[in-house]
């Protein structure tokens, strides 16, 4: 990987809903932690049974393949929010509705095999576009969700929206247990 620094963004470089997951990011290179946390995912969720992946906690609550479509959905749309910003495209982008998402994800039907495939890809092409970012390009503005944000702040966000929800799958889920 490029030896391109993205320092922790301020807590002003992001909404502040966002704060939840820049908090669990470990300091260091984001980009060696994007590296190291998806090969570590990877492991936890590459051994699973068909009925631990189509599991749901509680009725309304998505499967662990839904989960995992999740993640690599929004892994690719913050991706997306800086590129754009990093290019100077000053439109305003809009939110997600985690919700409608997952609901036409088509990820319950998913293996685990094929999501872990594809977010594998997309992990590739998120650390590329960071690691090509210049100071200029990464230190960028643009607004998502109604928010101001710099184009540093998704690496953070990607990096502490896994670790969220490798959380909770570890804890609600009962992933990783031995």
Do not use: C
């Amino acid at each position: 990987m490029s030896a391109t620094v993205l320092p922790r963004p301020r807590g002003d470089e992001y909404g502040t809903y966002y704060h939840r997951y820049v908090a669990l990011v470990p300091d260091g290179p984001v980009l060696t932690t994007l590296e190291e946390q998806f090969e570590a995912t990877e492991a936890l969720l590459g051994g699973l049974s068909t009925e631990q992946e189509v599991h749901r906690y509680a009725p309304d609550k998505w499967s662990v393949r839904e989960v995992v479509g999740h993640m690599i959905d929004t892994e690719r749309l913050f991706a997306y929010r800086a590129l754009s910003m990093a290019r100077g495209d000053a439109t305003p982008l809009p939110g997600m509705d985690q919700e409608v998402w997952a609901a036409h994800s088509g990820a319950h039907g998913r293996t685990m095999a094929d999501l872990l495939e594809e977010w594998r890809a997309v992990r590739r092409s998120t650390l590329r576009s960071f690691a090509a970012l210049d100071e200029e390009a990464a230190s960028r503005t643009g607004t998502a969700s109604g928010n101001p944000f710099t184009v540093r702040s998704f690496a953070w966000i990607i990096a502490g929206h896994e670790r969220w929800h490798g959380g909770l799958l570890r804890r609600d889920y009962g992933l990783g247990e031995a």
